[in-house]
């Protein structure tokens, strides 16, 4: 009998361990939010600006063990598709998927153009044309495979963490001449403040997309993710204590480039155009991270039958999901005249206090309909079946939605009802 080849491998392939995962997630989290939103918020938080850092972080410390349970139940690609759908129905969950795809597509725009910001400022080179370019390789990127892909991410995370120790070095002289507990605005200055840089936490959630291309993903994943949160934590906190040292929160607030102003204050003028060159490669590095999560929840939600099939297609050499990442980059070159990043940053904390109230109450939800289900990592901390950091989860995410202006809320729920709109007519079509 002759002896039949070995079947090639259609989905997605696990070829991702520990370190790749910590590393990219770290790079995702690591991103354009620290490097651009920290004049802004320092802004209203004046020298207490660490302290909603500290917020932000307690509040996505609880959403994240809601998602290391959840990951640890479902390895999926889906993620928040997945957990929504099978805790509180698939119509809940597409809604949240249309959410979670349309704030990465939008993100990857507006960063790009910040990336083209940076470039102009060193070579003369349009503002435009530099933002389609960098989208295009980085589609080219993804297309090539994950394990090329996290590569990419880990010598960019590298470079964008060296950058915030160089800020952080820079302020050690300086250390004790500001009061940290200065708030302009008072506490409410700083909670408004926390609202914003949540955006600069945004991606330790995307980091259980990679679970089907994660080895024992199950257990690899959730650690991970708590890993990666918390040296960004860390980080995050000593860079505000040095920058507001060294330049004060008015001087911070007022720069269009706070840490090039930081720098250039504590080295000189080099030292500025070296921090715009290390901005290039956060910026790049978070729509590099931006797209992938767009395009692997793009691919679950259509693998599941809640997009178009023609969508869940993978490349049979690379095992990437090419049509999704070809649809998502062309969506974030149509939508790159947005706005600003900081109209756009909350727009998408929007979309994350959303989806992140939806995940905590999946993980209530589960405890109750399915208490025998397999969950390698459990939250620790519970009343009977009842979890109490989920609930506390979800509180502090609505709390913190609530400090978000009108406008932004008014844009956020328009795009909650499109998605409505979406589900329901896409979900007539399928049941016809």
């Known amino acids: 009998m002759a002896k039949m080849p070995p079947r090639k491998y259609k989905g997605l392939v696990p070829r991702l361990g520990f370190w790749e995962v910590t590393i990219s997630g770290i790079g995702i989290i ?46 999926n690609v889906g993620a928040e598709y997945e957990y929504a759908n099978r805790a509180v129905g698939k119509r809940v ?43 295009a390789i980085l589609c080219g990127i993804l297309l090539v495979g994950v394990k090329e892909s996290a590569l990419v991410a880990v010598l960019f995370t590298l470079v964008e963490v060296g950058g915030l120790i160089l800020i952080i070095v820079a302020g050690l002289p300086y250390l004790g001449r500001v009061d940290f507990m200065e708030m302009p605005f008072g506490i409410t200055g700083v909670l408004s403040a926390a609202a914003l840089v949540f955006f600069a936490y945004q991606g330790f959630e995307e980091m259980v997309k990679f679970s089907e291309e994660t080895r024992k993903p199950e257990r690899t994943v959730p650690l991970a993710l708590i890993t990666a949160l918390v040296v960004s934590t860390v980080l995050y906190i000593f860079v505000c204590l040095s920058a507001v040292s060294v330049v004060g929160w008015e001087a911070l607030a007022a720069s269009p480039a706070p840490f090039a102003t930081v720098a250039s204050a504590a080295w000189g003028g080099d030292a500025s155009v070296l921090m715009s060159v290390i901005a290039l490669f956060a910026t790049a590095n978070t729509v590099l991270m931006m797209m992938f999560a767009s395009s692997r929840i793009s691919y679950g939600m259509a693998r599941a039958g809640s997009l178009p099939a023609f969508m869940a297609r993978v490349h049979p050499d690379r095992h990437t999901p090419w049509i999704s990442i070809l649809l998502v980059g062309g969506g974030a070159l ?22 992140f109230m939806v995940v905590n109450l999946s993980v209530i939800v589960l405890r109750y309909r399915e208490p025998r289900s397999e969950r390698p990592f459990s939250i620790p901390g519970r009343i009977g079946r009842f979890p109490i950091f989920p609930v506390l989860g979800l509180v502090s995410c609505l709390f913190l939605l609530v400090q978000l202006e009108p406008v932004i809320l008014g844009i956020g729920a328009l795009l909650t009802g499109i998605g409505i709109v979406v589900v329901m007519v896409f979900g007539k079509s399928r049941e016809r």
Do not use: Q, R
């Open 334 to 355: 149509l939508f790159m005249f947005a706005g600003d990043i900081a109209f756009v940053a909350n727009i998408s904390n929007f979309t994350l206090f959303v989806t």
């Open 30 to 75: 690591l991103g354009a939010g620290i490097y651009a939103l920290i004049g802004a918020a320092a802004g209203t938080a004046g020298n207490a600006l660490w302290l909603s850092f500290v917020i932000s972080a307690l509040v996505a410390f609880f959403t994240a063990l809601s998602y290391m349970e959840l990951s640890s139940m479902m390895p």
């Open 93 to 135: 969950a597409m809604v949240i998927g249309w959410l979670i795809i349309f704030s990465g597509i939008l993100g990857a725009a507006t960063v790009s153009l910040g990336f083209a910001g940076y470039l102009a400022n060193l070579l003369p080179v349009p503002v435009i044309a530099a933002a389609i370019l960098l989208i």
